[in-house]
């Protein structure tokens, strides 16, 4: 069965720097990765997701995030933070022809002026 | 195009009482999900439609817990009776037939046992 990690419960980070967020993934074969972000009082929106090709994806509000697949790693990323990007992100794992995904439990940004 | 909808947002209810969440999906969208997280803990998969069909119930976590989709549309899960552990955030999601890609999830309904 997959499973995700998130490593990082909680982020602080000040307004225009830069963000990562870790997740590691352990599934056998080639993984469907997803971030998911959930802003206070929203629903889960997806940032971005990698399914194959090119291992840097780009998404949306300025994310993006490289699958190391040596790492077993879907790392998001973002150069400049904006106050609107406190939110809860979770990562995902899903696989080929199976519609369950397998969320790790989520890192909580907060931005800081 | 309307989205993932789901009713009520917030439910309080007693220990041993019951409570039906609605979930109303994209039009359209013959797959429809639901997801729950208890407190502090990683959102879980409990069961899947495809259209009124369950293809997958492996994540229900007893049988307290009865999930509906009559007639393919809008979905139901109750909980009866319901328990402590029960409080969390459901989430509903649904999908177009053939895409496992293009997920949408709705606001989620949360759930306070007491």
């Known amino acids: 069965a997959q499973s995700v990690t998130q490593p990082d419960i909680h982020i602080t980070v000040s307004e225009g720097a830069s963000l990562e967020l870790r997740c590691n993934y352990s599934y056998g074969a080639t993984p469907y990765l997803f971030w998911y972000v959930q802003s206070p009082g929203q629903g889960l929106q997806l940032l971005l997701k990698?399914?194959?090709?090119?291992?840097l994806v780009q998404g949306i509000k300025g994310f993006e995030a490289e699958f190391k697949r040596s790492q077993s790693s879907f790392n998001l990323r973002k150069p400049s933070v904006h106050w609107s990007d406190a939110a809860e992100y979770f990562c995902?794992?899903?696989?080929?022809?199976?519609?369950?995904?397998?969320f790790g439990a989520g890192t909580t940004v907060t931005v800081r002026a | 195009e309307a989205g993932v909808t789901q009713f009520p947002s917030h439910s309080v209810i007693e220990k041993g009482q019951t409570v039906t969440l609605r979930c109303d999906p994209i039009?359209?969208?013959?797959?429809l999900y639901w997801y729950r997280r208890v407190m502090g803990k990683e959102i879980k998969f409990l069961l899947h439609f495809v259209k009124e069909s369950k293809q997958d119930e492996s994540g229900m976590p007893n049988n307290r817990f009865l999930a509906e989709r009559t007639g393919g549309t809008y979905s139901t899960l109750k909980v009866q009776p319901a328990e402590l552990e029960d409080s969390g955030v459901y989430f509903c999601?649904?999908?177009?037939?053939?895409?496992?890609?293009?997920?949408?999830f709705g606001e989620g309904s949360w759930l306070t046992v007491v």
């Open positions: 039009s359209g969208h013959d797959n």
């Open positions: 999601a649904s999908s177009p037939f053939d895409s496992l890609n293009t997920i949408y």
């Open positions: 990698y399914f194959s090709g090119d291992t």
């Open positions: 995902a794992v899903g696989r080929y022809n199976d519609y369950k995904l397998s």
